[in-house]
């Protein structure tokens, strides 16, 4: 059963809206050269997924600067570059039209709430976005309702080990670089909320990424007394911390990373 019933934005989701777009906004350009965000296996991987889809219509769910976008977009039929900053969609449309690909539109808004019709898309995709979401289980949701019967999600993001002093590091050194962080979820939680949603899950496809601390810090334009703060915690951290983050003596570490496939119910 279609429940056309649209998520609607809070207060505080409007609150926490505004805080992303005015960090991201300034810094579109920055993450359309970003070498962490223009590759990587999970975009292949998203490549692939769309190749198995010729003909479908593709939701990039918080696109940023659109390397999902045209990693996709030559092997479907059309993209919908979706997120909150009006500075990433520009960034997008210009690159694309650069790129001659012309199945690739722009849209404006938030992961909770779509201005989509009911079973408008085949593929919803997202990557290294959810963790700024400010209700994950209310976008989940929304990405259900605006998929048609047996169409998939592919969701790609850092995530937490689920263990509490791993994640208690983890989400303080997150929301030290960019106040707009949530959350970084653990695989547990990813399916706990998709299955809350009605979806099953696929695959689900673990990695790592390598961060430099300065270009890290620099695309975000981290202030200067929060990169002290960072640099701080991780020399205070227990060895295991250390250890398991691979933390460097410049401040360059490792994250968890993980890829879900989702299928709707």
Do not use: K
């Given at each position: 059963?279609?429940?056309t019933r649209?998520t609607?934005?809070t207060?505080?989701?409007?609150?926490?809206n505004?805080?992303?777009?005015?960090?991201?906004?300034?810094?579109?350009?920055a993450?359309?050269?970003s070498?962490n965000h223009?590759?990587?296996?999970?975009l292949?991987?998203l490549?692939?997924?769309?190749?198995?889809?010729?003909?479908?219509?593709v939701l990039d769910?918080?696109?940023?600067a659109?390397?999902?976008?045209f990693f996709?977009?030559?092997?479907v039929a059309r993209?919908?570059a979706?997120?909150?900053?009006?500075d990433?969609?520009?960034?997008v449309?210009?690159?694309?039209?650069k790129?001659?690909?012309k199945?690739?539109d722009t849209q404006?808004?938030?992961?909770?709430?779509?201005p989509f019709?009911?079973?408008?898309?085949?593929l919803?995709?997202?990557?290294y976005?959810?963790?700024?979401?400010a209700?994950?289980?209310a976008a989940?949701?929304e990405?259900?309702?605006v998929l048609k019967?047996?169409?998939?999600v592919a969701i790609c993001d850092?995530a937490s080990t689920?263990?509490?002093?791993?994640?208690t590091?983890?989400?303080a050194?997150e929301?030290?670089?960019d106040t707009?962080?949530v959350?970084?979820?653990?695989t547990?939680?990813w399916?706990?909320?998709?299955a809350?949603a009605?979806f099953s899950a696929?695959?689900v496809?673990?990695?790592?990424?390598?961060?430099?601390?300065k270009?890290?810090?620099?695309?975000?334009?981290?202030?200067e007394?929060m990169?002290v703060a960072?640099?701080?915690l991780q020399t205070?951290?227990?060895d295991?911390?250390?250890?398991h983050?691979r933390?460097?003596?410049d401040g360059?570490?490792t994250?968890?990373?993980v890829?879900l496939?989702?299928?709707?119910g």
């Open positions: 059963m279609s429940d649209r609607t934005a207060p505080s989701h409007d609150s926490h505004a805080v992303v777009t005015g960090q991201f906004g300034p810094q579109a350009s993450y359309l050269t070498a223009a590759q990587g296996a999970d292949e991987q490549a692939s997924i769309a190749r198995a889809h010729a003909r479908a219509q769910l918080g696109c940023g659109g390397h999902v976008s996709t977009a030559p092997h993209v919908v979706y997120d909150l900053s009006a990433m969609l520009g960034v449309a210009g690159e694309a039209a790129r001659g690909l199945n690739i404006l808004g938030a992961a909770e709430s779509l019709d009911d079973a408008s898309f085949d919803v995709f997202s990557r976005s959810a963790h700024h979401w209700d994950v289980g989940l949701r990405m259900r309702r019967p047996g169409g998939r850092v689920g263990q509490p002093l791993f994640d590091y983890l989400q050194v929301v030290l670089r707009s962080h959350r970084d979820y653990s547990g939680e399916l706990t909320m998709a809350g009605g696929a695959s496809t673990p990695r790592t990424l390598e961060l430099d601390f270009t890290w810090t620099t695309r975000m334009r981290t202030p007394s990169q960072i640099r701080a205070a951290m227990a295991s911390v250390r250890e983050f933390i460097q003596d360059s570490f994250l968890d990373t890829t496939e989702l299928i709707a």
